[in-house]
């Protein structure tokens, strides 16, 4: 079992930066990834990035290219996603997964593990 443990959420500006920070209970190991999920009133849970542990491999979801950056500190059990140039569009509740495998990291359900998530909203 792994607990995962966000924070960094708060309300910024519009063209203003974050960085949330998300701790895995125990040591990764293996082939494991993390990833970033948002989720927004009304609206579906999306894929924002994932990294994997070993080889630190990424992914993103398009609207988050060039603005956030996933990064993962192995010593410090955490990953991090820096976002940076907020558009009001990235307001949202920001959920980190921990996934088993390094298959399918955009998909929800690829992941085994989630945390509670923090809130995030940016102002026009």
């Known amino acids: 079992q792994v607990q995962l443990v966000e924070s960094g959420g708060g309300l910024v500006q519009a063209g203003g930066s974050l960085t949330l920070s998300c701790v895995a209970s125990?040591?990764?190991?293996?082939?494991?990834?993390m990833g970033w999920f948002r989720q927004a009133p009304g609206k579906e849970r999306e894929f924002v990035a994932a990294?994997?542990?070993?080889?630190?491999?990424?992914r993103y979801t398009q609207s988050v290219k060039g603005r956030f950056t996933i990064t993962r500190d192995v010593a410090k059990k955490t990953a991090y996603l820096t976002m940076n140039n907020l558009e009001p569009e990235d307001s949202a509740v920001y959920y980190c997964a921990a996934a088993t495998t390094t298959l399918g990291l955009e998909e929800g359900a690829t992941y085994d593990y989630w945390g509670q998530g923090t809130q995030v909203t940016v102002s026009s």
């Open positions: 990294i994997t542990w070993n080889l630190g491999a990424l």
């Open positions: 125990t040591r990764p190991f293996g082939s494991f990834a």
